[in-house]
């Protein structure tokens, strides 16, 4: 089987691409022992008209402002590939609240699972529109909280027989005792927290500070 992924991916920086990049690296293992054979390409997004340095896994690129690009997408997808994925965020997508991904979607010819990374509790018009469009297309969601579950069903209308939790991941790492990186980076007498993924607002890191004892 192969499986096309769209999504962006490195060295663009985003959230998404280092997610994909981590998933992709995971997936051997998880395959590991089956009978059949799985391979995985990624279909690109790009944010600028020239193409990034990307690594070989990407087999196309589409250029989020032109609509002709996700039609051609679609074809290289459909004849090259058993079954997309899509990694979705409103903001990697072109026109109005990342409408252009669908008529692509609309398109397939094969299975489609999608990854919605951000569910809004209160969406625009155009965000609730595109986010149902895309759930009656999805044969399976994948998303990573209960709560992205509730307002799949309650906001969009989506059948809770499709959603499936997977909780957010993170990737393997040398382990060293905290104590060391502390003395790296000069905060022996302060507390220290880790997370994954790029530093923004919405994070929800302030709360955390906050309840704190």
Do not use: W
């Not at 994948?142 to 027989?161: N, T």
């Not at 060391?180 to 880790?194: A, P, R």
């Amino acid at each position: 089987m192969k499986a096309a992924i769209i999504t962006t991916y490195p060295p663009r920086e985003c959230g998404i691409a280092t997610f994909t990049e981590n998933l992709i690296r995971s997936l051997p293992r998880e395959i590991e022992g089956k009978k059949e054979n799985t391979s995985v390409f990624v279909v690109a997004m790009n944010d600028k008209e020239n193409a990034y340095a990307y690594p070989d896994i990407v087999k196309y690129i589409i250029r989020e402002s032109h609509q002709k690009d996700y039609l051609k997408a679609a074809d290289y997808i459909n004849y090259s590939a058993d079954i997309c994925i899509l990694q979705h965020e409103f903001g990697i997508f072109g026109g109005n609240s990342g409408v252009y991904i669908l008529p692509l979607l609309n398109r397939l010819k094969v299975p489609l699972v999608v990854t919605f990374h951000t569910v809004l509790k209160e969406p625009t018009f155009s965000e609730k529109a595109i986010l149902m469009e895309i759930g009656k297309k999805a044969d399976k969601i994948v998303v990573m909280s209960k709560m992205a579950v509730s307002f799949l069903e309650d906001i969009y209308q989506i059948p809770r027989r499709k959603i499936t939790i997977i909780e957010h991941g993170f990737p393997e790492f040398d382990y060293q005792n905290h104590d060391y990186y502390k003395h790296k980076f000069h905060l022996e007498d302060k507390i220290s927290l880790m997370t994954f993924g790029l530093l923004s607002r919405g994070k929800g890191i302030e709360t955390v500070i906050r309840a704190l004892p």
